[in-house]
């Protein structure tokens, strides 16, 4: 257990509706991700942080915000949901020193 | 973006058999991972392999970096039912933020 909680677990919402989705930790780690998983795709970076207030885009970060205010938490946004962010959404930290990724267990997000 | 093309994308075996997967890149990666994923849970580490060539082994899991660095392997022993679950390969770059890519996952289904 790399003490990830992601909040929350399961959503469902509207088109057009903002939705904040919340990974905490525990461990001080520095590096934090925010990862989407589709069949077929595996798992696809949205954007990353490797510090306070310092984040990076990923691969799929289009329609996608993302703040962390202070070390334990990484807030992924999304400003105006579309029925294509229906998802299964993974947070994942990595301590600075490792090239290891841990990922927390998932909120999955459905948009109607 | 890069692409791994994991195969096969499932495998439906008997208890007791042996088993293999792949991973293929058209790109060179520093280091290959490789995560199973249990229903309903975040992708969990099972074998990191650093150097090509390395060949790497957890209990009945064993996992190879290529030669050319753009391919890795992992084998399971004598499966058993447990070890049902999606297995992802996944490759890094030591670039900012080690981003890892993903391959689409092997599904496998182990019939007692």
């Keep these: 257990d790399a003490g990830i909680t992601q909040s929350p677990r399961h959503k469902v919402t509207e088109t057009g509706t903002p939705v904040t989705l919340r990974c905490h930790q525990t461990e001080n780690h520095r590096y934090m991700y925010w990862y989407r998983q589709d069949p077929g795709h595996g798992l696809r970076l949205i954007h990353y942080s490797y510090g306070v207030k310092d984040t990076d885009k990923g691969e799929v970060s289009d329609g996608y915000s993302v703040s962390r205010s202070k070390t334990e938490d990484f807030l992924l946004t999304l400003e105006s949901a579309t029925s294509s962010q229906t998802s299964v959404y993974f947070c994942a930290i990595r301590d600075a020193g490792s090239d290891r990724q841990h990922f927390g267990d998932g909120t999955r997000l459905s948009i109607l | ?112």
């Design chain 2, 1 to 112: 973006g890069q692409q791994l093309n994991q195969s096969p994308q499932s495998m439906f075996i008997q208890e007791g058999e042996d088993v293999s997967m792949n991973c293929t890149s058209s790109s060179i990666f520093n280091t290959w991972l490789w995560y199973k994923q249990d229903p309903g849970e975040g992708p969990v580490l099972l074998i990191a392999l650093y150097k090509a060539g390395e060949l790497t082994s957890n209990g009945r899991l064993t996992a190879q970096f290529g030669i050319t660095r753009k391919d890795s392997f992992l084998n399971i022993s004598a499966s058993i039912p447990s070890d049902v679950g999606i297995y992802f390969c996944a490759g890094q770059l030591n670039n900012a933020g080690n981003m890892l890519t993903f391959g689409g996952g092997t599904r496998l289904m182990v019939k007692p």
